[in-house]
């Protein structure tokens, strides 16, 4: 993948930051704390909390899929403490897919369909994790229909293989 232009970036996160200032101007503080505090219930509804497991090769994660549309993603990348992995280092589990897809195998015509109310299961190799260290995970996605990026960060204990 190209790298990004600093100025590109900055230009991405400034409109942000102009979105949220005229959020905060629609709604007033109390409305825009409810908003985040929605957004962060999403977040955490997404994840299974203690999913965070060391395997073998690296660790596994695994997303709930609440209730509610997800959607179809043709792009994936994972990071550990905001160290990106490579993609062909990642994988995916859906439950009505093959066994594990690697991140790369995605595209626009066969997207990673993010049902509501089913799982997916999510893997990496990255020697190196020790177990009882708490980590900070982000998965980033692009959904086919909807062009900006979408993500997911947890921070979680990583929990031996067996744990339960």
Same mark, same amino acid.
């Given at each position: 993948?190209?790298?990004?232009?600093?100025?590109? %970036?900055?230009?991405?996160?400034?409109?942000?930051? /102009?979105?949220?200032?005229? =959020?905060?101007?629609?709604?007033?503080?109390?409305?825009?704390?409810?908003?985040?505090?929605?957004?962060?219930?999403?977040?955490? #509804? =997404?994840?299974? &909390?203690? #999913?965070?497991?060391? %395997? /073998?090769?690296?660790?596994?994660?695994?997303?709930?899929?609440?209730?509610?549309?997800?959607?179809?993603?043709?792009?994936?990348?994972?990071?550990?403490?905001?160290?990106?992995?490579?993609?062909?280092?990642?994988?995916?589990?859906?439950?009505?897919?093959?066994?594990?897809?690697?991140?790369?195998?995605?595209?626009?015509? &066969?997207?990673?369909?993010?049902?509501?109310?089913?799982?997916?299961?999510?893997?990496?190799?990255?020697?190196?994790?020790?177990?009882?260290? /708490?980590?900070?995970?982000?998965?980033?996605?692009?959904?086919?229909? =909807?062009?900006?990026?979408?993500?997911?960060?947890?921070?979680?204990?990583?929990?031996?293989?067996?744990?339960?």
């Amino acid at each position: 993948m190209p790298a990004v232009h600093p100025l590109r %970036t900055l230009t991405r996160d400034l409109s942000l930051f /102009r979105q949220g200032l005229t =959020i905060l101007h629609q709604v007033g503080p109390h409305g825009l704390g409810e908003m985040v505090r929605m957004a962060e219930f999403l977040e955490r #509804s =997404i994840y299974q &909390e203690g #999913s965070l497991r060391a %395997t /073998r090769e690296g660790f596994s994660f695994r997303l709930l899929n609440p209730p509610m549309r997800m959607g179809a993603f043709h792009w994936a990348t994972l990071s550990v403490d905001q160290r990106p992995l490579p993609p062909e280092d990642c994988s995916v589990s859906e439950p009505q897919g093959p066994s594990l897809r690697p991140f790369p195998s995605l595209s626009r015509q &066969e997207p990673l369909h993010l049902r509501p109310g089913e799982g997916a299961s999510f893997a990496a190799r990255l020697p190196g994790l020790v177990p009882g260290h /708490r980590h900070t995970v982000q998965l980033n996605l692009r959904n086919v229909a =909807i062009p900006p990026m979408v993500w997911v960060r947890f921070t979680d204990e990583l929990r031996r293989e067996e744990e339960g």
